[in-house]
């Protein structure tokens, strides 16, 4: 369960990225998170990894405080970060291995890890290749399956479909149904408001680094009194600023 | 096994998969430790040659006939007029105009025991006429002397009186020593290798990993920051080290083929010798590889990096030859990292004893050097203003 509380963060003198951001993505649902650029999306999700310290407020990952024990509550989770990049000169299956060493596996235990999710994704024929030159989609299963071979009860993607042709995305989409089934916490962030429609089953719509909305796509089309969820978070962001910011 | 010590070990094998199959970044480390010993080699069997023979000089005579014995020392010494070079020396020696003018009154003056001004026109600022000048002048010197001598010996003076003052040299310089030039560019080859050697390496295990954008994934694992440094750290050094043993080894086969006895000189790098330099370099490489991780880390982009991080090179570069003009060297010299190996280097060159107190104080500094780097860059790794520049 990953778990945001009136989180506060000011980047230099007056831009406030987050202001008071709260929510809660629960065990066996996919939580999408929404919004405009700029609105404090990364910066949260970076709380959340560690990587920047809040200024207040509280972000904890199955009750580990992602502040005062970054490694411990990273350990907790599986990451597909904003921008991935791979070790091309590594093969697809040695870069598996370093995360899932990195994450403590090791031995018989680290291999079958790795055999099961070289398996899932369907890459078995990828896995000794370098990854230098492999396409959008192989690159997505190589990170897909290097946050995932230590098997994370929580997981956290950041806009993971962005590039990806419609076969790579249905088998992230179908991966991730997998991992709601088996009581994962998924948080998803996406500008694709179908993709959330589809996949989610509670929305957070981040606007002006704080709560804007939040419910399932048909409470939030309710909410705004609109039948598209494009058309409902347009109207639940209270402008167009996505367009100019 | 503890999972500190398997991360580590995980992080350690990754860093030297990637840097041994990244080839480019091999052939530059490697390529100098390759280079280093020929050019020692070729440069020495140049230098010897110029110092033994004493290669034909063409200079243009003004007045030759006036001095037949003047001229035949020159002949005497090899130097010879300018009409009879032929072909390329002809042009060679044409352009770079060594000119001897003898007065036309040369035989009368001799008589009468006038002073004799013998003109020697040349280019003083060209580096090959150097050696002709000195040749030519000295020969003049010679026939002058002996000239001289012979002038007071038959007006019955014993020619001592000229010398009152004897001085009898006592070279306490070992065989060795006499090898200085040799000695000297090794060990800035070796300084510059420990330097140069981990460059590739670092810049890319650093500045090009942001730009591949795979340092903030790692940066997000369940991992100290200070594990990553220290992998990438034994990655680079251990690239450099493995560079000096191997122009060490080249150096130590390639010096056989200079026959530096015709100087006087001995070199050679024995077990002992290859075993102090190695000690005495590991922290260095370890301190190169802190100092250029440390601001690749901090470059943007890695062309970034690789402006900032060359111009670390000039430090082993520069040390050295500022230790040459420096008469009195300031104690603390020999402790701080890079001046202090390159005076132990020379000691070990010259044949001297080793002075291991200093060997030992100057590892140390230099080992506690590299530390405070890794801190630092560990720290540095963990604040938000290096996390903000990932995008």
Known sequence: MIKVENLHKTFGKDVKALNGLSFTANDGEITGILGPNGAGKTTCLRTLYGLLKADSGVATIDGISAVD????????????????????RLTAYEQIDYFASIHGLSGSHKKQAIEEVLADLEMEDLAHRKTQGFSQGQRMKVTLAQALVHKPKNFVLDEPTRGLDVMSTRILRDYLARFKAQGHCILFSSHVMQEVAALCDRVVIVANGKLAAQGTPEELCQLAGESQLEEAFVKLIGSDEGVAA | MSLGFSQLKALVIKEFKEAFRDKRALMTAFSMSLLAPVMIMVMSKTMIKEMVEKPTVYAEFVGAEYAPKLMKDFRDDNILPLSEAEGDSHAIWEKRGIKITIPETYAEDMVNGNIINIVLNADYSDKPSLAPIRRVKDVIRDHARAIGYKRLIMRGVDV?????????????????SNAMMIS???????????????LATAIDSSAGERERNVLE?????????????LAKLTCTSAISMLSIVLMLTVTSISVGFVDLTKIGATFSIDAFTFTVLLVLLLPICIFAGALQLFFAFQAKSFKEAQSTVTMLIMLPAFVPIALIFLDNRPLWLDWIPVAGQSIIMEDLF????IDWAALAVTSVVTIAMSAALVMGLAKKLKSEKVVMALS
């Open chain 1, 69 to 88: 024990n970054p490694i411990a509550a990273r350990a907790q989770l599986g990451i597909f970060p904003d921008k991935f990049g791979l070790y091309e």
């Open chain 2, 160 to 176: 001592r009186i000229l010398r009152p003052l004897n001085i009898v040299e006592q070279d306490r310089a070992q065989p060795s």
């Open chain 2, 184 to 198: 000297m560019m090794l060990g800035l080859y070796l300084l510059m290798g420990a330097f140069m050697s981990g």
């Open chain 2, 217 to 229: 994934m790692l940066l997000c694992q369940p991992i100290s920051t200070l594990k990553v440094v």
């Open chain 2, 350 to 353: 010259k044949g001297l004893p």
